[in-house]
């Protein structure tokens, strides 16, 4: 009898035995040596191995683990139109070769996915081929064994053992649609990176140029490389790239597009054009690009990211905040996600929400003393002031010259009434030109006017904030009120002038107004200010109270019972206060 077709076919456990060697975890590396993504490489034969090349960007190291034992690794050849780089990992793998099959599987042929899912550690998932699809000339693997992140670049093997594809997760509507890249083009990769050595060679330059911050020489050399390779999306990536550190959104959308155009996946390319489109005014469009890259790759913290981004371009905050919130989870040593998230909460007033996402960036970059000080900041608006003054403490520590850690950690020290330090403090701040040095002087204008009541000192430093910052009203108001209080009527009506023809529905700029003419025994020009103050917003007893004494000095004792009743019924102690002052006195009725 002739034995079944399958009789030969390899069990799950023995894929597993024959691949495990050769289907290693790749971990992708900082400057500093650390870890920041876990992905998958498979071994085509002793010391050379195989992954996509878009999962590399951005890495300053790589390196391939089985179990304890660690093998360097670099890129050795990269065929970027297949999206296959080719790696050099001196004694990793086993010694006998991998087979790889020379043709693409029939649909329904059972296969296994063995990859490093989620950075657990390499394991196996069994599946059929449920379609193979076309793309650009190019056949792609459809396959339902389960995969998840850290997949990508793991095997597909058939019942043989042979490779059959390398695994390029995605997910959809939260269905795995997965699929793989041919293994029979890894035989192709050497004679296709060849083929394009010159690549190389511009690829060399552009980083050199970027390294440099050499924009505008950049654009140049990205350029002429779109003419030399037209069909490189690499080539137009880095000129998009160079023309956004232009600031030449047009450009830059140009060439993101034709990026995409080439390489209709291309993850930098989808984010880049979403941003330029977010920046010219277009959110919504850019938006739809930004999700369309979803269907690449679902769990890329890079894309959420920008979808937040966007969100928040388009006054979306709810959304803004879960997509940051989702990058945070994909990636959590992504600083960026958790800063914005810091941001998101402290636009939406919630300062323990800030704090507790600030305190996720300073976790992930512990050295950064700006970090320490945005975490002071938080601290500060969380009325958290001891907290505050440790973290600003924290990033003096680490850059003793940084201007703007003296400024918050004298912000915090006046929280704590600790007037004289917090003085020292800003004015060492300021000395060592921090970024933002109208913040510096406003706060050194609080402490000498709201605490110290130190007038003269007060206007000067009002003064030099508001030279900083022109278009602070609020900075001119205190300044204002400081030459008020000073006796410089003149300079202080001045003010309160331009203040009330710059917004006259403010109520501020009416109401001291009156109370410059008050001083000035001008009654009746400080009634009509106060008047028009209060239409504005009527719970202000002391304006209230300020009318009522205008009213009396200028002999309208009708009006004065008048607004006592208003003031009556809005504020019973400030009304007791005005009937002891304008009223008893004078044995009127109220």
Same mark, same amino acid.
């Given at each position: 009898m002739a034995p079944a077709l399958d009789a030969f076919a390899l069990t799950a456990q023995e894929i597993y035995r024959r691949t495990e060697g050769n289907v290693l975890a790749l971990e992708l590396l900082d400057e500093k040596g650390g870890v920041v993504s876990f992905l998958t490489a498979v071994v085509l034969e002793q010391g050379t191995a195989v992954t996509q090349c878009d999962l590399l960007e951005g890495a300053a190291g790589l390196r391939l683990r089985s179990g304890d034992t660690l093998f360097p690794a670099k890129v050795e050849h990269r065929d970027s139109g297949r999206n296959l780089c080719m790696l050099s990992a001196p004694g990793a793998g086993s010694p006998r070769p991998q087979e790889v099959r020379d043709s693409d599987p029939e649909v329904g042929t059972q296969v296994y996915a063995v990859s490093n899912a989620l950075g657990l550690g390499v394991g196996i998932a069994e599946g059929v081929v449920s379609g193979i699809r076309k793309s650009r000339g190019e056949s792609f693997i459809q396959f339902t064994a389960a995969i998840a992140p850290g997949s990508e670049g793991g095997g597909l093997f058939d019942a043989d053992g042979r490779l059959v594809g390398l695994i390029n997760y995605r997910q959809r509507d939260g269905q795995n649609v997965n699929f793989a890249l041919p293994a029979r083009w890894t035989k192709d990769i050497k004679q296709r990176a060849a083929s394009i050595d010159a690549e190389g060679a511009w690829r060399a330059k552009a980083v050199a140029l970027?390294?440099?911050?050499?924009w505008e020489n950049l654009a140049e050399h990205a350029a002429a490389w779109t003419q030399a390779l037209q069909d490189s999306t690499e080539a137009w990536l880095w000129l998009g790239f160079a023309q956004e550190q232009r600031k030449d959104w047009p450009a830059a959308e140009h060439a993101y597009r034709e990026a995409l155009q080439r390489g209709p996946s291309a993850i930098e390319a989808g984010i880049g054009l979403a941003k330029a489109l977010a920046v010219q005014g277009?959110?919504?469009?850019?938006?739809?690009?930004?999700?369309s890259m979803l269907a690449y790759r679902q769990e890329d913290a890079r894309i959420w990211f920008t979808i937040g981004l966007v969100e928040a371009a388009l006054s979306h905050p709810n959304e803004a905040r879960q997509a940051f919130e989702r990058a945070a989870r994909l990636a959590p040593w992504n600083r960026d996600a958790h800063a914005a998230l810091a941001g998101m909460a402290r636009l939406g007033g919630d300062w323990s929400g800030a704090v507790a996402a600030q305190q996720?960036?300073? %976790?992930?970059?512990?050295?950064?003393?700006? #970090?320490?000080?945005? /975490?002071?900041?938080?601290?500060? &608006?969380?009325?958290?002031?001891?907290r505050a003054l440790a973290s600003a403490d924290r990033a003096i520590d680490l850059a003793p010259t940084n201007?703007?850690?003296?400024?918050?950690?004298?912000?915090?020290? %006046?929280?704590?009434?600790?007037?004289?330090? #917090?003085?020292?403090? /800003?004015?060492?701040?300021?000395? &060592?030109?921090?970024?933002?040095?109208?913040?510096?002087?406003?706060?050194?204008?609080?402490i000498y006017y709201l605490d110290l009541r130190l007038f003269p000192e007060a206007i000067a430093a009002y003064r030099e904030a508001s030279r900083l910052e022109p278009g602070d009203a609020s900075l001119r108001g205190s300044l204002a009120v400081a030459l008020k209080d000073n006796y410089q009527f003149e300079e202080a009506l001045a003010l309160f002038e331009q203040l009330k023809t710059d917004n006259p529905n403010d109520p501020f700029p009416w109401r001291q107004v009156g109370f410059v003419h008050g001083y000035l025994a001008q009654a009746e020009t400080a009634i009509p200010a106060y008047e028009q103050s209060l239409s504005l917003d009527p719970k202000q007893p002391k304006v209230w109270l300020a009318l009522m004494e205008a009213y009396h000095t200028a002999g309208r004792q009708g009006d004065v019972k008048r607004v006592y009743r208003k003031l009556l019924a809005l504020d019973p102690a400030w009304a007791e206060r005005a009937y002891r002052s304008l009223i008893l006195p004078y044995g009127v009725a109220p």
């Open positions: 970027n390294r440099e911050l050499k277009k959110p919504k469009e850019g938006l739809d690009v930004a999700r996720q960036v300073v %976790r992930i970059d512990s050295q950064n003393p700006v #970090a320490w000080v945005e /975490l002071a900041q938080m601290y500060l &608006l969380a009325g958290r002031a001891e201007g703007d850690a003296w400024i918050f950690k004298g912000g915090a020290l %006046r929280a704590l009434k600790r007037h004289r330090e #917090a003085i020292d403090a /800003l004015k060492k701040g300021l000395a &060592l030109q921090p970024h933002r040095p109208a913040l510096g002087w406003r706060w050194l204008g609080d």
